[in-house]
């Protein structure tokens, strides 16, 4: 851009233009690329205004965890725990995390109110689940991230009543050092219907991936699913919920290493030109006749008696 155009530029268009690249950086480089954009602004009040806006974004929607000053747990930064702008709860601990978007790191916390907590019937649900999901998530993603949050009906007192769960897997392998980071974000939405005895669930899985020795290359994948099991006593449902999730995200990870298994035999057979110079299709069936090996034996009269 040049300084004839970027003169050009309102202050609320610089903003939206940083907070473009702000939410678009790959997982775990939010930090580099604002270290960039405020050297390019050079306008340290636009800045603020557009990294104000653009963290919370990218914090709630990469899942990123924070661990409390205390070192007493670990918070997730998602929206569905969300309490404030700047407040999310954690209900294994029963804590409400204070959060610096900015700096991603939990400065304080306080103990969770009653109104923020769920009722003890739905507490023995969510409980049951999460010790489940911890086992699962423990055994999959070495560096996994999980946590399972009522949003709807936390104040249910007894059965008779629908209710909903969401459980929330995030796992990073940051490398910067190597060139490489990478991402694994679910989210499972889990309807407990109580009038017709059943529980519906509904997936949705991110991959994201960035290599960046000598090139930029990313990948962004996204997948949906659904399924549903009967409404059972707490450590049941926990249980088959768990087994649910983790058939599906097994096929899913089993589909990504097929695909990308078959990427020089596809994809990057489609990324060359349809018809070359010669304008006649290469035959991809037979690159043998190709050969350059052969052309040379031919030529010298290798292996002729």
């Known amino acids: 851009m040049s300084d004839e155009e970027e003169s050009h530029l309102t202050d609320k268009e610089k903003i939206e233009i940083a907070k473009w690249f702000l939410l678009n950086s ?5 930090q580099y690329v604002a270290k960039d954009v ?20 990218y914090n709630k929607s990469h899942m990123i965890c924070l661990g409390f000053p ?40 306080r103990p969770a109110n009653d109104d923020e907590l769920p009722s ?16 699962y998530v423990s055994e999959a993603y070495p560096k996994g991230i999980c946590c399972v949050y009522c949003t709807n009906g936390k104040d249910m007192e007894e059965p008779g009543s629908n209710f909903e769960f969401v459980v929330v ?40 991936a960035h290599y960046f020795e000598e090139g930029n290359v990313q990948l962004d994948a996204k997948h949906e699913c659904r399924d549903s099991t009967m409404f059972q006593s707490p450590d049941d449902c926990a249980v088959s919920l768990t ?7 097994t096929e899913y990870l089993s589909s990504l290493q097929t695909s990308y298994s078959k990427l020089p035999d596809t994809t990057f057979k489609d990324l060359r030109r349809k018809l070359p110079v010669t304008r006649t299709l290469f035959p991809w069936h ?20």
């Open 70 to 109: 205390d070192r007493s747990g670990e918070v997730l930064v998602t929206s569905f725990n969300e309490i404030d702008k700047n407040e999310y709860f954690d209900p294994r601990t029963a804590q409400v995390a204070i959060v610096d978007h900015v700096k991603q790191v939990c400065t304080d916390a």
């Open 243 to 249: 087994n649910i999730i983790r058939l599906h995200e």
């Open 169 to 208: 897997i995030s796992a990073a392998r940051l490398s910067p050092q190597n060139f490489c980071n990478g991402s694994w974000r679910s989210i499972w939405t889990v309807e407990f219907k109580d009038d017709i005895q059943l529980v519906e669930v509904r997936g949705k899985l991110q991959v994201g």
């Open 120 to 135: 003890s019937y739905i507490e023995e649900y969510r409980c049951a689940f999460d010790a489940e999901i911890i086992k």
């Open 26 to 30: 790959p997982v775990g480089e939010i």
């Open 38 to 57: 405020r050297e390019v602004l050079k306008d340290e009040r636009v800045y603020r205004i557009a990294a104000a806006e653009a963290f919370p974004l």
């Open 286 to 305: 037979n690159t043998l006749q190709f050969s350059l090996t052969r052309d040379i034996s031919k030529e010298l009269g290798i292996g002729k008696q």
